[in-house]
């Protein structure tokens, strides 16, 4: 059993940084691969960032220069730095892992013009 909880959502401005969390608790002795994918409403889920166990980072072009996502192992986490965010970004926030078919409850992104 694999539990994720993300957190660090909010209201920001224009232009303005979050970052998201998310821990991983459960049978997860070392993390694997993680993504972050995220929902606004009327619209499908997708896929926003993921990191490989090795490190190896994609991103939609969406958020490319814009997001970063990165781990600690020692802690379970992942990251989800997010700059210069726009109003497109606001959604909900997932947190992933899909060796384990698991997914986070969600953090709500809203960015205000």
């Known amino acids: 059993q694999v539990q994720l909880v993300e957190s660090g959502g909010g209201l920001v401005q224009a232009g303005g940084s979050l970052r998201l969390s998310c821990a991983a608790s459960g049978s997860i002795f070392r993390i694997n691969d993680m993504d972050w994918y995220r929902q606004a409403p009327g619209k499908q889920r997708e896929l926003v960032a993921e990191i490989r166990s090795g490190g190896t980072t994609n991103y939609a072009d969406s958020v490319k220069g814009r997001f970063t996502i990165s781990r600690d192992n020692f802690k379970n986490t992942v990251y989800l730095q997010m700059n210069s965010l726009k109003p497109k970004d606001t959604a909900v926030y997932y947190c992933?892992?899909?060796?384990?078919?698991?997914w986070g409850q969600g953090t709500q992104v809203t960015v205000s013009s």
């Open positions: 992933h892992a899909p060796l384990f078919g698991a």
